[in-house]
T-cell receptor
Framework: GDSVTQMEGPVTLSEEAFLTINCTYT??????LFWYVQYPGEGLQLLLK?????DKGSNKGFEATYRKETTSFHLEKGSVQVSDSAVYFC??????????????????FGKGTKLSVKP | DTGVSQNPRHKITKRGQNVTFRCDPI?????LYWYRQTLGQGPEFLTY????????KSRLLSDRFSAERPKGSFSTLEIQRTEQGDSAMYLC?????????????FGAGTRLSVL
């Protein structure tokens, strides 16, 4: 079945360090890919998304590129801040393009990677 | 827009008791999803509604679990005869399908502890 695998944490970095969190997926067809972030005590928030191959999602200095050839969607940030400390989840959704109502559309998540950034 | 609201935030119960959680989605969102997240894992899909119709249930949703969305607005998730293995964070999400079909908006969750 469809699945998402992301690197295990926790990841501890110093402020201004470079961040990479690896994510690979297994899915038939053409899934949409997402990164969600969960800050302590809060709900999951969409960080960025990409809906087709070679798309780059970006937000708040984070980037991820949809690589169909390697089935990957790695999250990167050039300079992390203490405020980026959170749990990051990679996810996929199987809504095909042009589908308006029939499909399930639930998200399939990886296990999450906890990031701690030290001052 | 007040976001997705879930109540209670925390619930402690004894094994064998019944519990009910509530989710209020973002106003006018027609789809509502329930997920379960156990410690160290990502959220796992349980069920979803389009308006008041429950369209899909995961095999994770045993017979002790029931979900409703009677008027197509808020939803409730009930667990009967709770077991220790039910201890988890229960997350609710909503979206305005198909307009925001690729984005789900999550609540902060209800954390259930079964003693």
């Amino acid at each position: 079945g469809d699945s998402v695998t992301q690197m295990e944490g926790p990841v501890t970095l110093s402020e201004e360090a470079f961040l990479t969190i690896n994510c690979t997926y297994t899915a038939t067809g053409y899934p949409s890919l997402f990164w969600y972030v969960q800050y302590p005590g809060e709900g999951l928030q969409l960080l960025l998304k990409a809906t087709k191959a070679d798309d780059k999602g970006s937000n708040k200095g984070f980037e991820a590129t949809y690589r169909k050839e390697t089935t990957s969607f790695h999250l990167e940030k050039g300079s992390v801040q203490v405020s980026d400390s959170a749990v990051y989840f990679c996810a996929l959704s199987k809504i095909p393009m042009g589908d308006y109502g029939g499909s399930q559309g639930n998200l399939i998540f990886g296990k999450g990677t906890k990031l701690s950034v030290k001052p | 827009d007040t976001g997705v609201s879930q109540n209670p935030r925390h619930k402690i119960t004894k094994r064998g008791q019944n519990v009910t959680f509530r989710c209020d989605p973002i106003s006018e969102h027609n789809r509502l999803y329930w997920y379960r997240q156990t410690l160290g894992q990502g959220p796992e899909f349980l069920t979803y509604f389009q308006n008041e119709a429950q369209l899909e249930k995961s095999r994770l949703l045993s017979d002790r679990f029931s979900a409703e969305r009677p008027k197509g607005s808020f939803s409730t998730l009930e667990i009967q005869r709770t077991e220790q293995g039910d201890s988890a964070m229960y997350l609710c999400a909503s979206n305005d399908f198909p307009h925001t079909k690729n984005i789900q908006y999550f609540g902060a969750g209800t954390r259930l502890s079964v003693l």
